[in-house]
């Protein structure tokens, strides 16, 4: 099974911020690689597909890159609705999602 | 409107059985693939099950496999999953989702997501 490792588990961060969210598999994915957005109490949103793929609707402040077994979540300018968890998720063979990571505020 | 509703969680015994439903409206429901995720209160997000959009191809995680069934009426357009033989470690918040692609096409990346049914197993 291909594992996901997200880092860091919490991150502090202020309005504005630059924040970056890494992702590391435990074999080559290739792009296939997502991102989401859950907020306590809802279900998970699509953020990116394909590793760097914007999903329709998501604020052009997000964007994803890498390849292979290392990837990233940048958030360019945190603004207050972005305080949330962020998980990928590895769709190269069925599915795994990472740990998570907890945005929050410092 | 294009969603997902969730329905049939709830509290039950050890090796007891609940089957969950997941009525999809606003979009073409045969088109696609479709999936159980699940989520342990605090804990992260596991895939749990998939079906094509005929219903004729399904696939399990390890931890289901045997005891949970996926199945889908295209014609009242919803999903179902039968869990049989519950244990304490199935306890969790259960969304079923969209596959992204259309078409009979399968990614694994989900664009749409129900709110979520609660499975409470205990004694």
């Known amino acids: 099974d291909i594992q996901m490792t997200q880092s860091p588990s919490t991150l502090s961060a202020s309005v504005g911020d630059r924040v970056t969210i890494t992702c590391r598999a435990s074999?080559?994915?290739?792009?296939?690689l997502a991102w989401y957005q859950q907020k306590p109490g809802k279900a998970p949103k699509l953020l990116l597909y394909?590793?760097?793929s914007l999903e329709s609707g998501v604020p052009s402040r997000f964007s994803g890159g890498g390849s292979g077994t290392e990837f990233t979540l940048t958030i360019s300018s945190l603004q207050p609705d972005d305080f949330a968890t962020y998980y990928c998720?590895?769709?190269?063979?069925?599915?795994?999602f990472g740990g998570g990571t907890k945005v929050e505020i410092k | 409107e294009v969603q997902l509703v969730e329905s049939g969680g709830g509290l039950v015994q050890p090796g007891g059985s609940l089957r969950l439903s997941c009525v999809a409206s606003?979009?073409?429901?045969?088109?696609?693939?479709m999936h159980w995720v699940r989520q342990a209160p605090g804990k992260g997000l596991v895939w749990v099950s998939r079906?094509?959009?005929?219903?004729?191809?399904?696939n399990n995680a390890d931890s289901v496999k045997g005891r949970f069934t996926i199945s889908r009426d295209n014609a009242k357009n919803t999903l179902y999953l039968q869990m049989n033989s519950l244990r304490a470690e199935d306890t969790a918040v259960y969304y079923c989702?969209?596959?992204?692609?259309?078409?009979?096409?399968?990614?694994?990346?989900?664009?749409?997501w129900g709110q979520g049914t609660m499975v409470t197993v205990s004694s």
């Open positions: 989702a969209r596959d992204f692609l259309r078409d009979g096409y399968i990614s694994d990346a989900f664009d749409l």
């Open positions: 606003g979009f073409t429901f045969g088109n696609y693939w």
């Open positions: 079906v094509n959009p005929d219903g004729t191809t399904t």
């Open positions: 074999q080559s994915i290739r792009n296939w």
């Open positions: 394909d590793a760097s």
């Open positions: 998720q590895q769709y190269d063979t069925y599915s795994t």
